[in-house]
């Protein structure tokens, strides 16, 4: 933590949003660095502590367990940046999976059914977003409704875990990209890290981006200012719907089965992971960059958990609150001290 | 009381000294029956000399992938794990097996068709466990031929022992018309809400002579609910439930439960006998059962004062 | 009629008339209330007994809320407040004096104001947001309190304590009179001093109220110590009706329970005017919601499905934009931007 | 000539009020047209309604001879018309550039064009003159800057026929009105209808071609501006003849100081850096004391010092002659000082509490949660200041966002006034307030100050600070430069001197 106050713009900051300012970061940057500095700090603490922690495989792995994870958490990116928020993504996630596996159980073709479980959260995504936007109904509550709604239906189609032996689907879920020996990443981390670039790009070079920012820096200016609001806001949601089922694919790669239970709580892990990497929850502030270092201090964290090994249960659970509790708390002594 | 010790392993990962490592990843904390489970593993590894390393999935299989996969990397001796959900295991396990680590099924078994993925199942049967409910309903009702109302109160929506424990109950009394389950609805597994589920029921249904629960606590709420219904558990409405964890056991023998099909958490010692028999490379058996029984009133009675957990 | 209407009760008031009028099609003994060993005995009785915990959640998150905060550790001080009281109560030489007990109750209820603080200064003073500030406690308070049960469940064998969630008081629930007094005394705090006004204000502008000179900090620690101690209390309730602690099961999702009660009743999550009434009926709606499922015999794999289209009507229902397109006109106003 | 615009039999209804009631407005091309009226006289709701932000309760709108209806601001600009709305309405969270240019940013290959981008939006700001970071975050400027952001957003559209500016001057110094306007000659030159709200008469009769008074909802009637006369327009504004104004004019500063014993407020060397150089003022009972300077001079700042909004870094603030750590709003307003702040939408009302509500809050917070103001002793004190400012609509119910922005400013004014303050600061407290009450509003000042209250006056409109003043601090670059007694050898000219630097001291 030493200089972090005062780190490097990054060079890629410069050219996007920098100009003539070079001597300080700039200060919508700041939560970003400092959450990047105590990630690396919180590594090397465990690579200290842990024999073998510092394999670039233990590292990997951070990756390739949560790349659902990451997927759905971008999507709420979006959400969250207008000011909204979506709490049906983990029951996407189990409805995509359930329904996957229902269809590729009774013999459909896989190049049918991805598309079609792409399509249901895409779908519901843009209910979603549709009744939020001409009913003004809260965010909150339309995707509590959503995600009862899909995790009834889940639970309707079968309440039993489902496996999947469909080839094409193993085949993916099996495939490893090897670099070294012992050290891989899985496709689906191939599929996460595409996503986030197709996210941070579109964040900062369109205007459907720019109109997420400018939504939740405020709603109304947005409106006065001619700004397709509505549209970009159901354009949102329908965006995290398909990230969620897109993430609910990822999810029934990397477990090969489908079920109603899947993702339970993963909405709350996506928006703190969001959150923990400097989106500011009211909207209109922070980066893909910032949700893609949230996801890893989760991951991190449960890393270290593992490593540990040692912990029981409600340990656990006390370790990972004081973890989370130590990260928050640092990053927002660091940021307001370098602001 | 809160002063149960913090697992027993020492930390260091395994390799070097002669000391076998266990990896043992627990689907969480989400009963008393799990807890027992826990405490049995630990203490079982503690006194057979096995370095674990215990991880917690807190109910998610996402975490317990993980769990796996990093006592992959940190190259532990014999993998065992209670899995969250049945399937989904293909992949991770596959990589334990390229690793050359054996693993052991706890408690709950997966569906993978591959079984050289693991090298054993040792745990209980939730659908004979239901089909054991159902066996002493049916020879208790033997001989009369009245409708028996009986109201079931499920475990969570989607868990597997609820899943087994309905269907293989249903699967036995199906065989006579007589038995109907008039209502079936979820307690979660809990006190507070098979309580609250029965209160409903009591007013809902005109008629309970039986009540099937898929664990204890579900039944011990109910009996509250019975209670204040102005009725008597175990007479006026007969109770079944499934685990026998001690607060059941007593409720039993009170006769306040009739009838009670264990569900036994201490897998410690057998697992530990695995466990050293797999990484001996010993043959053993791909499907170990857990020795498990049924009490009726007198056989609580007999078995409470020794019971541990 | 139009101003019956027109209140914001309205319709929220409306569906809880239709659900329990849909039970009276499946059970006609729904409205019966008979004197049962000395108590009131009936479903309405059952409604209003165990609606309490959820009213008392919901009035701490009211006013959390008012403030533009959330809670998100509800759920996790009630396990704590109930296994430390059932710990407590068990090293107790009597456990069925009256004058221990309400020692323990008082030691539990403490425990939680000091959750509270912690939540208020990480939140107030620290400047964390308020989702991940209390995301910390959510995640290690359940911790806490399976480490104070140890994993099991703790039985009590005390009668005044089991008074509090299962007893009667002149024939009336115990828990229900609770609930009520914590009613009371909210209205009271908040509209008969200036603690309503103030909060609301803080919620509708915090930068515009600490320039009006209110002590915002200090009323934003004091919300979340009152949702901490309505969260003890309720955790009392919730454990002492079944005469034991849980710390699995207690407040299990309650969090999401109780905001969804509070949006029902028209407050909305992004701060400032709250309704507390509208809380306490949104509380009572999803209550009467699980006993109705239950009671009309809703197969468990359709429960949420249910859940899910009762909230979605709700919402529909009470959007004026939405009866506007459907109903005609009763609403003038297409965009509500501040003049 | 054929109209660019025309709305006929205009009609809009508030729940309770009848905002707009067959309104008939039109606009030609190549004209300045002002929309006229006094504070909640619907001029906002007009434009609102023409360019879709509310829906119409009746009548019709004709652009260029077609009918249209808007369903939002983005269809009205796709058709050409190009608005500033009263309020500053921007995005605070986006850079200087974007805000100028979202939703029509350069492109290339399909990506937004950065360096275009902030190339182009310099150059817009240029000719405004205006030289500042846009790379920067709108809300790290003055309320001034954003609403000349607001006009190069506004102007800087090449395809627009009706321009709308409701209110773009409110917080602007003279020499930014003057490049507003030079903008704008050059626009209507090109063609461009423009229609243009302010309360500054003297601007009005500066530009404006012709004028639409609205009085309570109603037409008036449409004038050409030399035909009639600035006393005329303000009585049929106000719907009174003119002793309102007479008023106005023959209130001087003949009051003086009678004497200045210890100052109530003294800071010494106070400072913080980066917002205000290190400066010394004294303030006395019974004086006002008014601050002048260019946008961004730092006048704000200052005042926000001696509150206690921001923290001072250097120097000490004594009130009645004691060292007094002033460390918040609350520590400045237990000492008797209130501040109002220019900023009324985001810094001062609270939009959905009720208006008396909003009035009582300062008092209430002084007092503490645990005392509430008796509900008789806030219906009296709320419905004396509703009539001493003139609020309209006269009901201390209404929700304040629903009032009209001048309405706003009164109650934010009130709910200072109420705490009876001995030192009351006050940041633009005319933006946007009629003739009529501003002239109230001065003569209350006044009134104030004689009854022994310390004004500090800070307004970007030095005739009124002239005005009203005892004496007048200039500052210039974020720095106290000079203090003038404000004598008969101090006017306009002399300070405008100062302000540029050019004055002998
Ligand atoms: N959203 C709204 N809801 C209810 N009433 C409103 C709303 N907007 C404006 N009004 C009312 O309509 C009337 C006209 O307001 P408007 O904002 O058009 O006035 P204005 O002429 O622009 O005044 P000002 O000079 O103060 O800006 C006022 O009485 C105001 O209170
Ligand atoms: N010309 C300028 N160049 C750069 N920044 C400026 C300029 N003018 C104002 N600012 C910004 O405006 C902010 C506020 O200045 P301040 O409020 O003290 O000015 P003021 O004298 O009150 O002027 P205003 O009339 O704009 O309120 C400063 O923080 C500064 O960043
Ligand atoms: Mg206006
Ligand atoms: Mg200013």
Known sequence: ?339 | GGDSDAGSGSGSSGGGDDKITLGFSQVGAESGWRTANTKSIQESAASSGIDLKFSDAQGKQENQIKAIRNFITQRVDVIAFSPVVESGWGTVLKEAKDANIPVILTDRAIDDPDTTLYKTFIGSDFVEEGKKAGEWLVKEYEGKSDTVNIVELQGSPGAAPANDRKSGFADVIKSEPKFKVVASQTGQFTRTDGKAVMETFLKSQPDIDVLYAHNDDMGLGAIEAIEAAGKKPGTDIKIITVDAVKDGMTALADGKINFIVECSPLLGPQLMDLVKKAKAGETIPQRVLTEETTFTPEQAKEALPSRKY | ?339 | MAEQLKMTGIKKVFPGVVALDDVDFRLLPGEIHALMGENGAGKSTLIKVLTGVYDIDGGEIELAGQKVRFTGPLQAQQAGISTVYQEVNLCPNLSVAENIFIGREPRKFGRIHWPEMRRRARASLARLDLDIDVTAQLDSYSLAIQQMVAIARATDIGTTKVLILDEPTSSLDASEVEQLFTIMRRLKADGVAILFVSHFLDQVYEVADRMTVLRNGRLIGEFRTDELPQMQLVSKMIGKELEALEQIEEHARETTVAERGTPIVEARELGRTGAIAPFSLTIHAGEVVGLAGLLGSGRTELARLLFGADRPDHGELLIDGRPHAVKAPRDAMAEGIAFSSENRRTEGIIGELTVRENMILAMQAARGWTRPIPRRKQDELVEQYIKALQIRPADPERLVRDLSGGNQQKVLLARWLITEPRLLIIDEPTRGIDVGAKAEIQRLVAQLADGGMAVLFVSAELEEVLRLSHKIEVLRDRRLVEELENGDDVDADRIMQTIAGGATT
């Open chain 3, 1 to 339: 009629m139009t101003t019956l209407l027109r209140h914001r009760l309205f319709w929220p008031a409306a569906v809880l008339v239709v659900l329990l009028a849909s039970n009276l099609i499946f059970s006609n003994n729904f409205f019966t209330i008979t004197l049962q060993d000395g108590h009131l005995y009936g479903s309405l009785i059952d409604i209003l007994r165990r609606s309490a915990p959820l009213v008392l959640v919901a009035l701490g998150m009211t006013l959390v809320i008012a403030t533009g905060g959330i809670d998100l550790s509800v759920g996790s001080v009630m396990a704590i407040s109930g296994a430390l009281a059932c710990l407590l109560i068990g090293d107790l030489s009597n456990p069925d004096a009256v004058g221990p007990v309400l020692l323990v109750v008082g030691a539990a209820i403490a425990l939680c104001l000091v959750f509270g603080l912690w939540n208020g200064f990480l939140v107030a003073v620290l400047g964390i947001q308020p989702i991940i500030a209390t995301l910390i406690l959510m995640v290690a308070g359940r911790g806490v309190a399976q480490l104070i049960t140890g994993g099991q469940i703790l039985n009590v064998r005390s009668e005044p304590y089991r008074v509090i969630g299962a007893g009667y008081f002149l024939a009336v629930p115990v828990s229900f009179l609770i609930a009520a007094a914590a009613v009371a005394l909210t209205v009271a705090l908040t509209r008969r001093t200036a603690l309503g006004l103030l909060l609301e204000s803080v919620g509708g502008s915090p930068t515009a109220s600490r320039l009006a000179g209110i002590r915002s900090r200090r009323i934003t620690i004091m919300v979340y110590v009152f949702a901490a101690a309505f969260a003890g209390v309720a955790g009392l309730i919730y454990s002492s009706d079944v005469s034991s602690a849980d710390s699995n099961a207690a407040g299990n999702l309650i969090e999401l329970n109780a905001i969804l009660a509070v949006v029902l009743g028209g407050t909305a999550l992004t701060g400032g005017r709250f309704s507390i009434a509208g809380s306490v009926l949104g509380a009572v709606i999803i209550t009467t919601l699980d006993i109705t499922a239950v009671s009309v015999g809703v197969p468990v794999e359709t429960t949420l499905l249910f859940k899910a289209v009762v909230v979605i009507v709700l919402c529909l229902a009470q959007s004026a934009t939405f009866r506007a397109k459907v109903f005609g006109r009763f609403g003038t106003r297409r965009a509500e931007v501040p003049a």
């Open chain 1, 1 to 339: 933590m030493i200089d972090v106050s005062t780190p490097p713009t990054p060079q890629k900051n410069r050219s996007i949003l920098g100009g003539r300012r070079v001597y300080r970061p700039n200060t919508k940057h700041i939560p970003v660095l400092a959450t990047l500095a105590l990630l690396i700090v919180m590594y090397s603490i465990g690579v200290y502590n842990y024999e073998s922690f510092g394999d670039t495989q233990v590292f990997l792995n951070i990756f390739v367990d949560n790349a659902f994870l990451l997927v759905v958490a971008v999507g709420m990116t979006f959400v969250i940046l207008t000011g909204g928020i979506d709490l049906s993504v983990g029951a996407v996630i189990a409805l995509t999976t359930t329904v996957a596996a229902t269809l590729l159980t009774a013999g459909w073709p896989a190049g049918v059914v991805l598309p079609l479980v792409l399509l249901i959260g895409t779908v519901m995504g843009l209910g979603m977003g549709a009744v939020i936007h001409f009913f003004k109904v809260e965010p909150f509550i339309a995707t509590l409704a959503g995600m009862f709604l899909a995790r009834g239906l889940a639970l309707l189609i079968d309440r039993n875990s489902i496996p999947i032996t469909n080839d094409f689907w193993t085949q993916i879920a099996q495939k490893r990209f090897r670099f070294d020996d012992g050290v891989f990443i899985s496709l689906n981390v191939v599929i996460a890290a595409i996503v986030v670039l197709i996210a941070a790009l579109v964040l900062a070079w369109t205007r459907f981006g720019r109109n997420v920012y400018a939504i939740g820096g405020n709603a109304d200016s947005a409106l006065l200012m001619g700004l397709p609001v509505g549209r970009t806001r159901i354009a949102v949601y329908t965006l995290s719907g398909f990230c969620a089922s897109l993430g609910g694919v990822l999810y029934s790669f990397y477990t090969s089965s489908g079920y109603s239970l899947h993702g339970q709580g993963l909405e709350l892990d996506a928006i703190a992971a969001v959150v923990i990497g400097g989106v500011l929850l009211t909207g209109g502030s922070g980066y893909v960059l910032g949700t893609v270092l949230g996801v890893l201090v989760l991951g991190l964290i449960q890393t270290i958990i593992t490593f540990q090994g040692d912990l029981n249960s409600w340990w656990t659970r006390i370790v990972v609150g004081i973890l989370l509790f130590a990260f928050i708390v640092l990053q927002r002594l660091v940021t307001r001290k370098a602001k």
